[in-house]
C-alpha cells in the first residue's frame, strides 16, 4: 500500500512514514528514538485518559451509591418514624435529624439543635443513671424510655438508643449518637393491654375466649374458680367439655348459629363443673376479631348464678307460701282470688271463701309450747288438704286462720256442705306423731260470690266476720255471712274507740272480793277486779272489754291505773288500821312482756307507800306457760323486791309441773269450774282433780286458794282436803272500796290475824 505526501505543516512534531520498502532497522537511530519517545507518550497520555475517565466513573458510581445510600437511609429513618440524633457531653447540645415528605412527596432531612432538651422531672433521674452506665463502661448501649417535651407542649414518651462516636484524648465519651422512636402510642396501648389483663386477671366473673371452633384459647382464673379447670386442661380443648346434659343439642346448635350468624347470644345456660356438678350462669357471647390474623374469636363471659336463682326461687316461694304448712299465704291467696272471681264473673258461675279458725289454739299454743302449736298447724293443713281435695285453693294466712277457696259452684248448699265435712273431719284427733294426738275444733266463716261481695277484700272480711260470729255462737260451727253481722264488728271498732278514753274520762273503777283463810276464818287478801260503764254503751263485761284491750295494746295504761288505784286503796286502808291484808291485782300478757313492768311496779309501791310482802300480782295459767322460760326470768324481779305471784284458773291449760316448778310462783288459783260440783254426790272427777292440785301445790310450798265457792259443802271439802283459802259468793261478792272496807272492819277478828307470805327468794 501507498503512502500520500502530506505538507510539511502536518508533518511538523510527526516521524515520517517509511517507505515500504524500507526496514526499520535501516532508519537512523535518532529516528527510531524520536519514535519510540512519541509512542511512549501517546501510550501514557492514553493511559491518563483512561484513567480519568475511570475516575470519572467511579466517581459517579460512588456519588450513586451514596444517594442510594442516603435514600435508603432517609427511608429508612421514614418508614420507622425514628429520628437521628447526637448528643454532645460538653456543650450538652441536641441534635435530632429527622426525615419528613416534602409537598412534592420527596424526603427531605431536618436537622434541629436543641440546647434546651427537656426531659420529664419523673423520669430525668434514671435517663442520668442510664447514660452515667453507659459512658462508664456499665453497658454495651445507651438505652432509655422516657418523657420529653413535644412542640405541641405535650409530653411523648421516646425510646432512645446510641453508642459513642467521639471520645477525648483520655478515652473519654464526648458525643454520642443514635436514632430515638415515639413510644407514646405503644405505650398506651401497652397500658390498655396491661390493662385489659389485670381486669380478666381479676373479674370476678368467668371469662374465656374460643376460637371459631370453639376450642379455648385462653380462661382467666374466675373461670378456674368456677368450673374447676386449669388452663391446661382446657386450652385447644373443645368448649363441649363444660356443656351440661341438662340442655339438649338442639339448645347448643340454636346458640352457635346465634353466635355465627348475629356475632352474639346471651342467656342463661347450665354448666358442668370439673368433679361433674351442674351450676347455672348467666352466658354472654360476643364475637371480635384477632387482632393480626383476623380470625374471628368469641369472648364468653359467664356469672354463677346457682345461688341467685335459688335465692330468687325462694324469695318467690317466701313470697307466696306459708313456709310451716306449705300452704298459699295471704298473698298468693289474693292473687287466686282474684282470678277466681274473674272467671266466675266471666262464667256466670259461684264461688266461696271459707274462713277457718281453730277453737282455743291460743290456749293450747301457749300451754303446750309454740313447737307443738306448730305441729298442731301443720297437721291442721294436711287435714284440710285431704277434706277440700286438690281442685281447690285451701291457704293460710296468719296464726291459727285458714281459707277455702271454691270454685264452679251452683250455689251456698255446696259451701256449707263442705264445711260441715271439714268440720266432721276435725271430730278425729290430730296426730303429732307416733304418740301424740290432739282435739281441736275449727269455727267457719263463709262469704259468696256474687252474693256478699265483688271483690276479695269484702269476700275475706266478710268470711272473717261470719267466722267470728261462728265462734260467738259456741264455736265448732261454721256461719254464712249475713249483713247483720257487720253490726257486731262495728260495736267492736267502736269499744276499742271508747276504750281509748276511759281513763281520763274516769270510766273505769274497781272492785274487791274478800278471800278466807280456812286456817283461822280471818279475812287475808282481796282481789281487785276491774268494771267498766260507759256512757254510751252501759255496763261492759270484762270478758269482752279485756280481750279488746289486749288486742288493741289498751291494757298496758289500763293495767297501770289498776295497780295504782289498788295500791291507793290498800294504802287508805292501811291508814284506817287494815294492815294485815294482801291486794291481788290481775296483770295481762302483755304486761308481762313490757320490760318496764317492774319498774312501775316499783314506782307505784314507793309512791303510795304500801309493802312489797302485801302486794301479789295474779297471772294466768296460759300467759305463764306461752314462754315459761321467759316469764320466770321476769318474775324473779317481782319476787326479789318482794312482791308475790299467783297462777289464776289453774286446771284450765296444759300446764307442765316442771315449768311451775321452776316458777317463782307463791300461790294456785283452782278455777271455779271444778269447784262447782264439789260436795255433790256422784262427783268424783272435779273433787280427784282438786284434792291432787291441793296435795301437788303444798308440795311445792305454795298456797291455794280455791274461786267460786258458792255453798258450804263446797267450802267444808276443801277445808277437809287441807285447801289454804276460798273466794266467792259464799264469803262475799265484790265489794266498792268503801263497803269493802268497812267489811273488814266489821269481820271478826280471830287469832293469828295476820298472813305471812311466802318469803321471797334469796
Known amino acids: 500500500m501507498g503512502i500520500r505526501a502530506t505538507t510539511p505543516s502536518r508533518l511538523a512534531g510527526a516521524t515520517a512514514p517509511l517507505p515500504a520498502s524500507s526496514s526499520f532497522l535501516d532508519m537512523p537511530s535518532s529516528h527510531v528514538l524520536a519514535l519510540l519517545v512519541a509512542l511512549l507518550v501517546l501510550a501514557m497520555a492514553g493511559m491518563a485518559i483512561a484513567g480519568h475517565r475511570r475516575r470519572e466513573r467511579e466517581h459517579r458510581d460512588h456519588l450513586r451509591a451514596m444517594r442510594e445510600r442516603e435514600q435508603r437511609l432517609r427511608l429508612s429513618l421514614w418508614a420507622s418514624n425514628e429520628i437521628y440524633w447526637q448528643y454532645d457531653l460538653e456543650k450538652r447540645e441536641l441534635e435530632r435529624t429527622r426525615v419528613e415528605p416534602d409537598r412534592s412527596d420527596d424526603l427531605t432531612v431536618q436537622v434541629d439543635l436543641d440546647k434546651d432538651h427537656q426531659i420529664h422531672p419523673e423520669d430525668l433521674p434514671l435517663v442520668l443513671d442510664r447514660l452515667r452506665e453507659y459512658v462508664t463502661g456499665g453497658t454495651q448501649m445507651f438505652l432509655s424510655e422516657h418523657r420529653i417535651l413535644g412542640e405541641g407542649g405535650q409530653w411523648q414518651w421516646m425510646r432512645a438508643r446510641g453508642r459513642a462516636i467521639a471520645r477525648d484524648d483520655t478515652g473519654r465519651v464526648t458525643r454520642i449518637a443514635g436514632t430515638a422512636r415515639n413510644i407514646t402510642s405503644i405505650r398506651e396501648k401497652e397500658r390498655e393491654r396491661r390493662i385489659a389483663n389485670e381486669v380478666m386477671h381479676n373479674m370476678a366473673e368467668s371469662v374465656a375466649v374460643v376460637d371459631a371452633r370453639f376450642r379455648f384459647v385462653a380462661v382467666n382464673p374466675a373461670f378456674t374458680r368456677m368450673s374447676g379447670y386449669e388452663a391446661a386442661d382446657v386450652i385447644s380443648k373443645d368448649a363441649a367439655i363444660i356443656l351440661s346434659e341438662q340442655h339438649d343439642e338442639a339448645f347448643y346448635r340454636q346458640a352457635r348459629l346465634a353466635m355465627e350468624e348475629q356475632g ?65 299465704n295471704r298473698t298468693l291467696l289474693a292473687e287466686r282470688l282474684s282470678r277466681a272471681i274473674v272467671r266466675a264473673r266471666r262464667q256466670g258461675s259461684r264461688m266461696a271463701l271459707l274462713f277457718l279458725d281453730l277453737d282455743r289454739f291460743k290456749d293450747i299454743n301457749d300451754s303446750l309450747g309454740h313447737a307443738t302449736g306448730d305441729r298442731i ?54 296426730r303429732l306423731d307416733d304418740r301424740h294426738e290432739i282435739a281441736i275444733s275449727p269455727s267457719i266463716g263463709i262469704s259468696l260470690f256474687p252474693d256478699h261481695a265483688q271483690v276479695p277484700t269484702d269476700l275475706l272480711k266478710h268470711a272473717d266476720t261470719a267466722m267470728y260470729q ?41 272492785v274487791y272480793q274478800p278471800q278466807l283463810v280456812l286456817a283461822d276464818g280471818r279475812i287475808g287478801a282481796v282481789e281487785a277486779l276491774l268494771r267498766w260503764n260507759s256512757p254510751e254503751h252501759g255496763d261492759i263485761p270484762p270478758s269482752v272489754f279485756i280481750p279488746l284491750a289486749e288486742e288493741s295494746g289498751l291494757i298496758v295504761s289500763i293495767g297501770e291505773w289498776v295497780l295504782r288505784e289498788a295500791c291507793n286503796t290498800l294504802a287508805d286502808w292501811r ?37 312489797a310482802n302485801q302486794l301479789e300480782l295474779e297471772l294466768t295459767e296460759s300467759v305463764l306457760m306461752a314462754n315459761a322460760e321467759h316469764a320466770t326470768e321476769r318474775l324473779q324481779t317481782f319476787r326479789r323486791l318482794g312482791v308475790s305471784i299467783a297462777v289464776d284458773d289453774f ?72 285447801c289454804d283459802m276460798v273466794q266467792g259468793y259464799l264469803l262475799s261478792r265484790p265489794l266498792n272500796a268503801e263497803d269493802c272496807l268497812r267489811f273488814l272492819q266489821e269481820w271478826p277478828k280471830q287469832e293469828p290475824a295476820r298472813l305471812d307470805p311466802v318469803a321471797p327468794p334469796p
Open 470 to 510: 261462728a265462734k260467738a255462737a259456741g264455736r265448732r260451727t261454721f256461719l254464712r255471712y249475713a249483713d247483720a253481722m257487720d253490726g257486731d264488728i262495728r260495736r267492736r271498732a267502736m269499744l276499742i274507740a271508747a276504750l281509748r278514753k276511759v281513763v281520763e274520762r274516769g270510766e273505769l273503777r274497781l
Open 264 to 328: 352474639c347470644w346471651s342467656g342463661e345456660m347450665w354448666q358442668k363443673r370439673k368433679d361433674g356438678r351442674d351450676f347455672l350462669c348467666a352466658v354472654q357471647f360476643n364475637a371480635i376479631v384477632e387482632p393480626g390474623s383476623r380470625k374471628r374469636l368469641y369472648v364468653v363471659v359467664a356469672s354463677d348464678i346457682t345461688d341467685r336463682r335459688r335465692i330468687e326461687q325462694e324469695l318467690r316461694y317466701l313470697a307466696n307460701y306459708d313456709t310451716l304448712t306449705n300452704l298459699p
Open 377 to 430: 298447724l301443720r297437721a291442721t293443713a294436711q287435714r284440710l288438704q285431704e277434706v277440700v281435695g286438690d281442685g281447690h285453693t285451701v291457704a293460710r294466712i296468719g296464726g291459727d286462720e285458714f281459707t277455702v277457696l271454691l270454685e264452679d259452684l251452683v250455689g251456698g248448699e255446696e259451701a256449707e256442705r263442705c264445711a260441715q265435712r271439714i268440720i266432721d273431719a276435725f271430730d278425729a284427733p290430730l
Open 575 to 611: 291508814r284506817d288500821g287494815i294492815d294485815n291484808v294482801l291486794m291481788s291485782v290481775n296483770v295481762s300478757a302483755v304486761q308481762l312482756l313490757r320490760s318496764d313492768l317492774a319498774q312501775t311496779v316499783q314506782q307505784v309501791l314507793r309512791d303510795t307507800g304500801v309493802p
Open 651 to 722: 286446771g284450765t291449760g296444759y300446764s307442765s309441773l316442771a315449768y311451775l316448778r321452776r316458777l317463782p310462783i307463791t300461790t294456785l288459783k283452782i278455777d271455779k269450774a271444778f269447784i262447782d260440783d264439789l260436795g255433790r254426790p256422784g262427783d268424783n272427777e272435779d273433787a280427784a282433780i282438786t284434792t291432787t292440785v291441793i296435795a301437788m301445790a303444798h308440795s311445792l310450798g305454795l298456797r291455794v286458794v280455791a274461786e267460786g265457792v258458792e255453798t258450804a259443802e263446797q267450802q267444808r271439802f276443801l277445808l277437809q282436803h287441807g
